[in-house]
């Protein structure tokens, strides 16, 4: 029988991480003090950090276990997404404060609530995952 590891606990850690970026791009977007958004990007970075963490677990069990839940370059795939996606909400918000792009602009602020919605529409999707693997 194919071993879960840690691959789907996991994969909901990092999906959750990057839901919670995308809740707090929205928030860095909406805020007008230099400051303040300096201390959102940096609580974005330690997320990213964290999901850095996972992404390393999940490559070091992918190493380890020979049979898998699903397809290994499935799993491979899906934990490099994950990763580049937090990479660019966080390099997103990075350049959104070094340009000091203004919060009542219409547009950044519409992009952010995408992301807010495309990063929760990614937990919902890992939870189904793990549904999935659980009635299969």
Same mark, same amino acid.
């Given at each position: 029988?194919? +071993?879960?590891g840690?691959?789907? *606990?996991? =994969?909901?850690?990092? @999906? %959750?991480?990057? !839901?919670? /970026?995308?809740?707090?791009? +929205?928030?860095?977007?909406?805020? *007008?003090? =230099?400051?303040?958004? @300096? %201390?959102?990007? !940096?609580k /974005?970075?330690?997320l990213e950090?964290?999901?850095?963490?996972?992404?390393?677990?999940?490559?070091?069990?992918?190493?380890r276990?020979?049979?898998?839940?699903?397809?290994?370059?499935d799993?491979?795939?899906?934990?490099?997404?994950?990763?580049?996606?937090?990479?660019?909400?966080?390099?997103?918000?990075?350049?959104?404060n070094?340009?000091?792009?203004n919060?009542?602009?219409?547009?950044?602020?519409?992009?952010?609530?995408?992301?807010?919605?495309?990063?929760?529409?990614?937990?919902?999707?890992?939870?189904?995952?793990?549904?999935?693997?659980?009635?299969?």
């Amino acid at each position: 029988m194919p +071993k879960t590891g840690c691959f789907i *606990p996991c =994969f909901e850690e990092v @999906a %959750a991480t990057v !839901a919670q /970026m995308g809740r707090l791009m +929205k928030s860095v977007v909406a805020e *007008p003090d =230099f400051d303040q958004r @300096a %201390a959102l990007i !940096a609580k /974005m970075e330690d997320l990213e950090h964290i999901n850095d963490d996972f992404t390393h677990r999940i490559f070091t069990e992918l190493g380890r276990n020979f049979i898998t839940p699903f397809d290994r370059e499935d799993i491979h795939y899906l934990a490099s997404a994950l990763d580049d996606i937090a990479d660019y909400i966080f390099a997103s918000a990075k350049k959104i404060n070094f340009y000091k792009v203004n919060p009542n602009d219409v547009g950044i602020q519409k992009m952010a609530d995408l992301i807010e919605q495309a990063s929760e529409q990614i937990k919902i999707a890992v939870v189904e995952l793990r549904n999935m693997k659980t009635c299969a």
